[in-house]
């Protein structure tokens, strides 16, 4: 997983997650998302060795797909916990962004 920045905040589960949250997407389509909005690159062993955790964590679900391209959706579980996550982030985000602008007018 690379980021041209110094301060990388990309988890590939929760971008994985993400990802997902916009519908089903093979493997291929998570990588050209998660590039697209973080701006980030994983790798195949970074993403399919993510997806197998999720999957086992029954935050996600492989559907029926063709030879080469199977894709995956977020399963309700998978939803929960990437809102609690997202609710969390955000509020660590104000709460730095309040102190950045206190201490740094």
Do not use: C
């Amino acid at each position: 997983m690379r980021r041209a920045d110094q301060l990388p905040w990309g988890n590939p589960p929760l971008l994985i997650l993400g990802s997902l949250a916009g519908g089903p997407k093979h493997g291929y389509a998570i990588v050209q998302d998660v590039a697209e909005q973080a701006g980030i690159t994983m790798g195949p062993g970074t993403l399919y060795g993510a997806l197998a955790r999720l999957e086992e964590r029954g935050l996600v679900e492989a559907l029926p797909g063709d030879e080469r391209r199977r894709p995956y959706r977020l399963t309700a579980a998978g939803a929960q916990a990437l809102s609690e996550r997202l609710k969390d982030m955000s509020r660590f985000a104000r709460t730095g962004l309040a102190r950045l602008s206190a201490a740094h007018p």
